[in-house]
């Protein structure tokens, strides 16, 4: 039992598996109502739009770049949901357009990153002003909250503890592993994030591939931008603000390489859910707002150094053959 412990934590997502096990056990016996069927359900729902964006995400970093233009996209959405819908138009058609918004915002991020050949992190720290900025043009500091309630009793549906935005998640989930994991689409996705130009070489169309992971990115971000806007039912220019770096922590700590070629949406998706109790059981202890930064920006940066420790650890670790590890 023991061996078998030690061989699941040799792997990066068997420690996550392991720390989001032990946090969820303590918190439910240690922090007063964490295991209360109306808690769990809404920390599922709170972790609904960071989910989404982190499929996408995670597709984007395995390819070595990045996009942390995620939120803003998301607010620039909620806000033309916001903006169209004031001007009269229906709810149906509203949201169609708000999936090209996000699209058109990938697209603009995967043109100046595939055609000028831009760095993905300058280009979307650029983008994650521009699109924020837009976002307050578009509606100020206006909140736009008379919103059909059909859609709000919707956002916040559940089938026992489960919430159908977390059904909606699981759909998209599979989704994209499998998309990642077992198709010729990720296996380019993993081979031009480890060697961009040897990808090239063999003939992986790189700057097609690059390009649509940014508009994916986009629309990803224009959908949780819907659950976010009729889930709070309000519409607002800052909705989303600092969720990009709920996102990229969960990709990194579910053991993604920020450096590209290295990843798996489980991880990720169990990343995502370790930081949701974190916080979850943080909020219900009555711990300040200040601390629940203090705690994501320390995983953010557990999340970039630890695997790479743990890397360094299993080289040393490994069964040694004639004087050298085995790989």
């Known amino acids: 039992m023991a061996a078998d412990l030690a061989r699941t934590a040799r792997r990066w997502e068997g420690l996550i598996l392991v720390l989001l096990v032990g946090v969820s056990v303590w918190a439910s016996l240690g922090v007063d109502g964490f295991a209360n069927g109306s808690n769990?359900?809404?920390?599922l729902l709170d972790t609904t739009e960071i989910a989404l964006m982190?499929?996408?995400m995670t597709l984007v970093i395995v390819a070595a770049e990045i996009d942390l233009s995620v939120a803003s996209t998301l607010g620039l959405s909620c806000a033309v949901l916001g903006g169209l819908w004031n001007a009269g138009l229906p709810i149906e058609a509203i949201m169609p357009i708000c999936l090209l918004v996000g699209a058109l915002c990938g697209a603009f991020n995967g043109l100046l990153v595939t055609r000028l050949g831009l760095p993905s992190l300058a280009v979307t720290i650029g983008t994650f002003a521009l699109f924020r900025g837009l976002a307050y043009v578009m509606l100020g500091d206006q909140a736009v909250a008379d919103l059909p309630p059909a859609y709000t009793s919707l956002a916040t549906a559940s089938i026992g503890p489960i919430p159908l935005a977390s059904v909606l998640v699981a759909v998209l989930a599979v989704v994209a592993a499998t998309l990642l994991h077992a198709t010729g689409l990720g296996r380019s996705i993993v081979a031009l994030g480890s060697?961009?130009?040897?990808?090239?070489?063999?003939g992986v169309r790189v700057k097609r591939i690059k390009f649509w992971?940014?508009?994916?990115?986009?629309?990803?971000?224009?959908?949780?931008s819907l659950v976010y806007t009729f889930r709070y039912a309000s519409a607002r220019a800052d909705n989303g603000v600092g969720l990009?770096?709920?996102?990229?922590?969960?990709?990194?700590?579910?053991g993604v390489s920020i450096f590209?070629?290295?990843g798996t949406l489980p991880g990720v998706l169990m990343a995502v859910?370790?930081?949701?109790v974190v916080r979850n059981a943080l909020i219900l202890a009555d711990v300040a707002n200040e601390v629940l930064n203090f705690v994501t920006g320390l995983l953010l940066v557990a999340s970039v150094?630890?695997?790479?420790?743990?890397?360094?650890w299993r080289r040393r670790t490994s069964p040694q053959v004639e004087g050298k590890s085995v790989s």
Request: proline share 2%.
């Open 273 to 276: 859910l370790l930081l949701g």
């Open 305 to 312: 150094l630890a695997p790479n420790l743990g890397a360094v």
């Open 260 to 262: 590209g070629g290295r």
């Open 213 to 224: 992971l940014f508009v994916a990115s986009g629309v990803m971000a224009s959908l949780a």
């Open 54 to 56: 982190a499929l996408t």
């Open 40 to 43: 769990v359900s809404f920390l």
């Open 244 to 254: 990009e770096l709920a996102v990229v922590a969960a990709v990194l700590l579910g």
């Open 195 to 202: 060697n961009e130009e040897a990808a090239y070489f063999a």
